[in-house]
């Protein structure tokens, strides 16, 4: 189950030793969280998800500076379309709801966007970088903001939800973080259908 020692992962400087630890001490606790989500979700979404941990393929030289896995409807991948992500940087836990950059349809669920009331989307926090740790609080400011700058920069990302920190308190009690997660992704589900009508649009 995560808890605070599953950032101890980082400590690691070297790449074989940091993947090593990544698959042996938090795949695991993914795995099980990732398969815990798809049986909460599907009453809400009628599909079954799939989960997707993180390769680290590209990592020849450095190690992983994060780590996590991604709920999508795919079998095939999940950087296509709007996807759930949970995982780790070395001081945070993230929970969220993410577009790429990248992704396919990325114009017709840009505009979608516009639609969407800023007081019902159920985050704390957003990002226009799922690449860097860095998040600011959601308002409807932020909100904006970041939503305008999907719409008009190509390589701009859009994730929300939520970022813990190592030291917050539920850390203390694995439960907590496992109800906290559950708690943000159910809520983010509505969201989840409506990016995912759009994407899915002809």
Known sequence: MLGRTSFEVFNDPTLPGRLAKIQTEVDPDFETLGEQLTQLLYPELQETLHVHLAKHLRRHKNPPVDTWFALSSSKRGYKMMPHFEIG???????????????????????????????????????SSDHSSSKHEDYSQETWQAAVQRFQQVAKSDLVLGTWIHKNDDRFANPKAIEQTIQQQIIDLAPLYQALMRAYNES
Do not use: E, H, Y
């Open 88 to 126: 780790l940087w070395p001081n945070w836990l993230f929970i969220n709801l993410t577009l790429l950059g990248d992704m396919k349809q990325r114009q017709q669920v840009a505009t979608s966007l516009n639609l969407i009331d800023w007081q019902l989307v159920p985050a704390m926090q957003i």
